[in-house]
């Protein structure tokens, strides 16, 4: 069981850069690094989709195309927290932003929404001027 809580969204105009953090809260006897964490979103009309997410234990990170180059994952195991760092925003990039975890031990994990179990509850990005 790991509870997720979201911040760090917000307005913020083209070309500028915002750091999302994914406050995980595990079961005891567990660490952050068990579950693999993915950050999702969800534009107004659109589906949910997979943005970025970072593999359990060995960490290996993966970005949808539309992100790469600008968007960056990181977790601090210490902290319990996976960060999504992302740069150079473009009006495409608003959306409520979902970070969600899942047991899945294997390295792919820019998987389908429906194959993580966790979820917060979102924050709101706006990139606009």
């Known amino acids: 069981q790991v509870q997720l809580v979201e911040s760090g969204g917000g307005l913020v105009q083209p070309g500028g850069s915002l750091r999302l953090s994914c406050a995980a809260s595990v079961a005891s006897g567990f660490t952050l690094d068990y579950y693999a964490i993915g950050w999702f979103r969800q534009a107004p009309g659109k589906e949910r989709e997979g943005v970025s997410c970072?593999?359990?234990?060995?960490?290996?990170?993966y970005y949808v195309d539309s992100v790469k180059g600008r968007f960056t994952i990181s977790r601090d195991n210490a902290k319990s927290t996976v960060y999504l760092h992302m740069n150079s925003l473009k009006p495409e990039d608003t959306a409520v932003y979902y970070c969600a975890a899942s047991e899945w031990s294997g390295s792919y994990c820019l998987t389908p929404p429906s194959d993580y179990d966790y979820w917060g509850q979102g924050t709101q990005v706006t990139v606009s001027s």
């Open positions: 970072i593999s359990s234990s060995a960490g290996d990170t």
